[in-house]
């Protein structure tokens, strides 16, 4: 009888992973590639580590930087 219910458990746990574990991934992904900076996203300075807001950043090389200086742009 023990047996019968392990298996049972068994069969259930792969239709689970069958079916709902991989669309779950699928959503992750898909929401982490959509991800947008909204509102007051605070961003880091890559070169001073400073936290400023994303809409007041420079944006350059794909890096956030809190000025001039640090972006080191004339």
Aim: with cysteine; hydrophobic share 45%.
């Amino acid at each position: 009888m023990l047996i019968k219910i392990a298996l049972f458990a068994g069969v259930i746990f792969l239709i689970y992973i069958f079916f709902f574990k991989n669309s779950r991934k699928d959503d992750i992904q898909k929401s982490a590639s959509k991800k947008v900076l909204e509102g007051e996203t605070m961003v880091e300075c890559h070169a001073c580590s400073t936290f400023i807001s994303h809409k007041e950043a420079i944006i350059k090389d794909g890096l956030f930087y809190c000025s001039k200086e640090c972006a080191r742009l004339p």
